[in-house]
């Protein structure tokens, strides 16, 4: 009897381990198939809207300026952005205003020598030049940039003179825009050049110290004091090299946190430009801790800038100091040929900067082309100046970017001969290798413009 109760245990013993394994196989199988199930309805869902959009993006025609998608339709039936307002509903010069808030300008028609575009019953007659606008989207398509964009402006009236954009991959053009705000990398020391000048008396032949390279971000030499260093640059030279570590040192030890805030507003950051066109704010925002300012101050963080704003700003130089309002929209015109709308006279937005400044920073521009990192685009191989009669000045700026992603190369600068003036911006973002940067498309279109 001990022997049969034994077994009878055993077998016992033996269910349970037996029932402890299923209900263990059985939860296995219960999370497996509940996973599968979550991620095929997942993937069913992804699949339709990738299918949705796919349809949908072949059945239209879309463009855009970066703000927001517009399709158009040819034979000039009715037409909805995302806004809900459309060509049909543009009914008066505040509907017109509306429309064209959300929908870019089309530069297509020319008329004598000015691009014309009929919205509505209205015609709209544009200030860009044809010959720059051309010069900068051929330059963008032959060298077929990833994204391209160049806004110009003349610097004494605000006029839109330039207003290019360029995708190569036409599925991305909603990415770039003169009216979008993009890291500018070294275009900020201008501002940082122009506080340091107005504010504490720098000038060109003012020597800075400083151990290192004149670039990378290594702490060690951007936190010693500004006195120290095996190394000495002038302040004209810094600007010209765009010498990081030098203007880091100006940005912290001389100027302070108070101060660049005072002048990036002074700059019309922070606050909306009037603009016919949706554009967005040139941002800034300057940090409290020492080396983060210091970073900031020299281009490296914390900074946003639209290309029609660097237009602007590079503009300053040689107008006495002056951010003028832009305009784009020369004149508008009835079905009846009746004027209805023409622009009057430039309008100040403010003055950041004196006169004095200003002719001190256009001298440090002009040695960014003579002297500095931007020579190689205004000079060829056998040292020829490629703009005879043309005195140019400007700034480069180059940072790593995520939106979109790739290598921001910029230039902001001006041209004038003769009493004829162009203030510009250009930026060319590049993924990883470029064929031409920002300073090579502003000298093309400088070129254009002047002959």
Known sequence: MERIKGWKSYQKTLNKRKGKKNKFVSIIKYIAITVFI???FYGSSKLYFYGKSILSVESKKVQGTGIRPIVFIKDGLTVKNSSGFGISDVKSLSSLKKYLKYNPPIFKT????????????????????????????????????????????????????????????????????????????????IITASAAIESKGFYPGFNICFSGTMYGTDKTYWKQNIGIGSNKISFKQAFAKSCDVAFGKVAGYYLGRKLLINYFNKFYFNKK???????????????????????????????????????????????????????????????????????????????????KTAHILKQMMIATITKGVAHADFYNTSGRYMLPGVVVGGKTGTISGNNPKGLYQWFAGFGEMKGKKIALSSLVIENPVWKIEGGGVAEKALLAYFF
């Open 273 to 355: 430009i009037p603009f016919v066109l949706d554009l967005h704010k040139s941002k800034a925002y300057i940090p409290r801790k020492f080396y983060q300012l210091e970073l900031t101050g020299a281009g490296f963080k914390n900074v946003k800038m639209t290309p029609i704003q660097a237009a602007l700003i590079a503009g300053s130089a040689i107008n006495g100091g002056k951010i003028v309002k832009p305009y784009i929209i020369k004149e508008i015109i009835s079905s009846s040929g009746k004027v209805l709308y023409i622009h009057k006279g430039a309008k100040t937005l403010n003055n950041p900067i004196t006169a």
């Open 38 to 40: 979550v991620l095929f």
């Open 110 to 189: 020319i008329i004598d020598g000015h691009y014309v575009q009929k919205i509505g019953s209205y015609t709209v007659v544009y200030t860009v030049d044809p010959t720059v606008q051309k010069e900068a989207e051929n330059v963008f398509k032959k060298y077929a940039v990833p994204f391209g964009v160049l806004a110009a402006v003349n610097p004494d009236t605000g006029a839109v003179i330039g207003f290019a954009s360029y995708s190569y991959n036409k599925s991305q053009s909603d990415e770039i825009s003169p009216l979008i705000s993009y890291p500018p990398g070294s275009l900020v020391k």
